[in-house]
């Protein structure tokens, strides 16, 4: 039986049984308590405990876990595995011990054929009733139940649910070990596979015991050991799971599996860890020196050392990582989805541990080898410390690597070492001061400059080494670091932010900042100690990194589409690109018509929806040149640069992130176009969300022009449309009102005076307004007519003439009595000031005139 006809059966079987079939959960839990999933039931935890409401009675899974306590014997053993499945099937307050042995005895026997005479059962001591239901229930014969004591009582911990389990063992046969059942005898020869866990008690303070009201069942049964016992194999490794993983490790070795048991125990040893590590990174456990992280790099490192003392040179992640999808892709089809980033992780964590290998092993080798001829089992503390502190060597992996040779670390020498390290950094660390030029040039002597190895990295997070740390008041500083994947700010891309962590202390980087020709200051605040020499870990801010490198690509497309719109002639002056936003500054005479704007915005998008790949290539400045690569505004460039296509438009120099398919940046929009200069233009535009919330702002907006135009979303023009028309009638009505009001304030003025000269204060009128009133007295056989009056804060003078008066130099003249000017023709002008007291003065000089 293959892997995958057993993962059908077992969940069609349940679900035939009104089980919900539950997909399997992650390897990194959401309880906080564990580092992995260790077991079918931990996502199910949460219903056990009644913290939440099971949304449904019944459930069976098969579970991803991973197990490091036996680590150490992987390979070994023909059982032990680090990452195996769960098959299990779970009961929140539905059946209890009756179905859950009923339900596993009937797929037992008739859903995998096991012969019963090959069954064997324990019960707790104090289960009773379990013993009777497989006795009376199911017919298992009386001598083929054992009773157990604790190996057959489970708890969650020292409070909580519990219960008597019921475990179910296959006798593999005499040749195997001992008879006498599970409780007396042989262990290789009596296998557990399936254990039926009675949720009946709560167990409280002091180890008092209640009974549960809602009585649960959880139970599990292991995926590879299941599917060894069904195909008659004395080894998990034996199954179709393993084949090509075993295949893989042998090539690299180049020693067929079962040759010899040494070289066996190195394969199967790849195998697993190879298998394990794949699922880890599918997961998001990326290497690092703690948690999670620390045991992922462990097994890695452990397959790259055994095929290395096997004698095996050759590469190895990327063809396990492959070998683990062949098998496991159908379940999990993400693995193939993420197949080319778990090879990168992967592959960059191979290639550290064979520099580190390549520096260190040379040296154990010697030291181990002169302990073991002077007898002794003592491996020095001094030398392990070395090791870790020159050359990267893990202690732990001093510590396995010697163990074979029946050697120990004496580590209290070593600990004593790390001490005196520890304390000699701190003193070195606080001769320095924060942002001394003298001391970023003693750096880069020292240390030359920062390798930059996040620009491709997917998940940011390297570990490095700490060279230096400038400590600031309240904790600001600056850290130095070996390499990193924080960016430093350059070619308008602004710096990364994110985290530095080490064992003594943590770094929250606010910046990054290219100083000294190369050196990258990491700026930011210190909790703790980080000490030069240490290990850290850098993690820079995914999801900002992300949008940064969107807008970074969507200024190379918006450049290309500038230049095919508007001509050769555009080139960028100026950018910048941060996680918000994009700026790009270019050269051109004037600003963007609408409709050049519509056709670059389509020309750019229609690129961001092909979904190309943008590809780098490193060459020559000349080379580049001649491929027609546009230099960046503001970039220097040595004699090998890189290049960076992206789509069918844009080729340009660039050394800052971008995305790996234009698909990504999602949508591009302008946001505004304005001069900033002679001959110079700004864009701003979003990418990505930036552009979802603005595309989600305009739509809130729209909807409430909408609701107040009383009309729906897609009838907001016409109605617009409709409202103006309607003002516009208004408008007019309004005109002709004032005009007829002003024809009747002009017969009165008229009527009041007959002299060939009018002069008058009128207020309340604006400059127009009172023009008109001043022509129409003219016309009515006037010499000349002078109005001045105030409005609005605003002081307006018209003067309306036969022409035996100019009337735009009498205008003048009288506009300077109010702080202001004017201007019109011989017969008609009108000016403008601020002043009101200077009216009167007016009217007098007019009056003169």
Aim: glycine content about 10%; some cysteine; hydrophobic content about 40%.
């Amino acid at each position: 039986m293959e892997a995958a006809q057993l993962r059908s059966i077992f969940l069609d079987y349940f679900a035939d049984n009104a089980h919900t079939v539950v997909p399997s959960a992650s390897l990194i839990p959401h309880d906080q308590s564990l580092l992995f999933t260790v077991a079918g039931m931990v996502p199910f935890k949460p219903y056990f405990t009644e913290e939440e409401t099971a949304p449904y009675k019944r459930a069976v899974s098969v579970q991803k876990c991973f197990r490091a306590p036996d680590i150490d014997i992987i390979g070994t053993t023909q059982r032990h595995l680090t990452f195996f499945e769960m098959m299990g099937n779970f009961s929140f307050g539905d059946y209890f011990k009756e179905g859950a042995i009923r339900y596993a005895w009937g797929l037992i026997t008739e859903g995998f054929g096991l012969d019963p005479e090959r069954l064997w059962i324990t019960v707790h001591t104090s289960d009773d009733q379990a013993d009777e239901l497989w006795r009376d229930l199911v017919g298992v014969r009386p001598e083929r139940i054992q009773r157990l004591d604790e190996d057959n009582f489970w708890g969650m911990g020292d409070a909580g649910p519990c219960g008597p389990c019921s475990e179910i063992f296959y006798d593999k046969g005499p040749q195997f070990g001992d008879d006498g059942g599970p409780a007396f005898g042989g262990e290789d020869r009596f296998v557990e596979f399936w254990n039926l866990v009675f949720m009946q008690y709560e167990k409280g303070p002091g180890g008092s015991m209640t009974e549960l009201p809602k009585k649960n069942i959880d139970t599990g049964a292991g995926f590879e050991r299941t599917l060894s016992i069904l195909n008659g194999v004395e080894s998990v490794f034996a199954t179709d799971l393993f084949t090509p993983l075993l295949e893989t490790a042998s090539r690299a070795l180049k020693v067929p599996y079962g040759s010899a048991e040494e070289t066996d125990v190195a394969i199967r040893r790849i195998a697993d860890h190879g298998r394990a590590m794949t699922m880890l990174v599918s997961d998001g456990v990326l290497p690092s020196n703690e948690g999670r992280g620390y045991v992922l790099r462990r097994i890695i490192r452990r397959a790259i050392l055994a095929a290395r003392r096997a004698g095996s040179e050759a590469a190895l992640t990327q063809a396990l990582v492959d070998a683990t999808i062949e098998k496991m892709g159908g379940a999990y089809p993400v693995l193939a989805k993420d197949r080319d980033l778990i090879v990168e992780v992967l592959e960059r964590e191979e290639a550290g541990f064979a520099r580190t290998l390549r520096t260190g092993m040379s040296l154990l080798e010697e030291a181990r080898d002169e302990v073991l001829a002077s007898k002794s089992t003592v491996f020095p503390g001094g030398v392990a410390f070395k090791l870790h502190d020159t050359h990267g060597f893990p202690i732990e992996l001093t510590g396995e690597i010697i163990a074979e040779s029946g050697l120990a670390v004496e580590r209290e020498a070593f600990d004593a070492a790390m001490a005196v390290q520890r304390e000699r950094a701190r003193a070195k660390a606080k001769t320095l001061n924060l942002a001394d030029d003298a001391q970023y040039r003693d750096l880069i002597e020292r240390y030359g400059t920062t390798e930059f190895v996040g620009r491709d990295v997917t998940r940011y997070s390297v570990e490095t080494q700490v060279l230096a740390m400038l400590v600031g008041e309240d904790g600001v500083g600056e850290l130095f670091l070996d390499s990193t994947p924080f960016y430093a700010e350059s070619g308008g891309q602004v710096g990364d932010t994110g985290t530095v962590v080490t064992e003594t202390g943590r770094f929250e980087v606010h910046d990054t900042q290219s100083v000294a020709g190369g050196l990258f200051a990491h700026r930011g605040r210190l909790s703790g100690e980080v000490l030069p020499g240490q290990v850290a870990v850098a993690t820079i801010d995914p999801v900002r990194r992300e949008a940064i490198r969107r807008n970074h690509t969507a200024t190379h497309l918006l450049h290309a589409g500038l230049r095919s719109v508007l001509g050769d002639h555009v080139r960028q002056q100026g950018s910048y690109v941060g996680p918000e936003r994009l700026r790009f500054d270019f050269s051109h005479g004037g600003g963007l018509r609408p409709q050049e704007a519509d056709e670059i915005l389509t020309l750019v998008n229609s690129d961001v929806v092909a979904n190309e790949g943008v590809e780098t290539i490193q060459t020559t400045k000349a080379e580049a040149e001649t491929m027609g690569a546009i230099a960046f505004f503001g970039d220097k460039y040595g004699d090998r640069v890189r290049v960076v296509r992206a789509g069918a438009h844009s080729l340009e120099f660039c050394g800052g992130t971008h995305v790996e398919r234009l698909g990504d940046i999602g949508q591009i929009q302008i946001v505004s176009e304005a001069s900033i200069g002679s001959n110079t233009r700004r864009i701003e535009a979003v990418s990505g969300l930036g552009a979802h919330r603005r595309s989600h702002e305009m739509e809130t907006a729209l909807a409430s022009i909408a609701t107040l135009l009383k009309t729906s979303p897609d009838d907001v023009m016409p109605a617009l449309e409709r409202l103006f028309e309607r003002q516009r009638d208004v408008e007019r009505e309004i005109a002709t009102l004032r005009q007829a009001q002003l024809s009747q304030f002009a017969e009165q003025l008229h009527e009041q005076s007959e002299a060939d000269v009018l002069v008058a204060r009128v207020d309340g009128y604006a400059g127009d307004q009172l023009r008109t009133l001043a022509q129409d007295l003219q016309r009515r056989g006037r010499r000349a007519v002078v109005l001045a009056g105030a409005a609005d804060d605003k002081v307006a003078i018209a003067v309306a003439t036969d022409e035996s008066l100019d009337a735009e130099s009498t205008v003048k003249r009288l506009a300077k009595l109010v702080g202001g000017g004017g201007g019109g023709s011989a017969r008609i002008a009108l000016a403008g000031g601020r002043d009101a007291s200077g009216i009167d003065a007016v009217l007098v000089a007019a009056a003169a005139l």
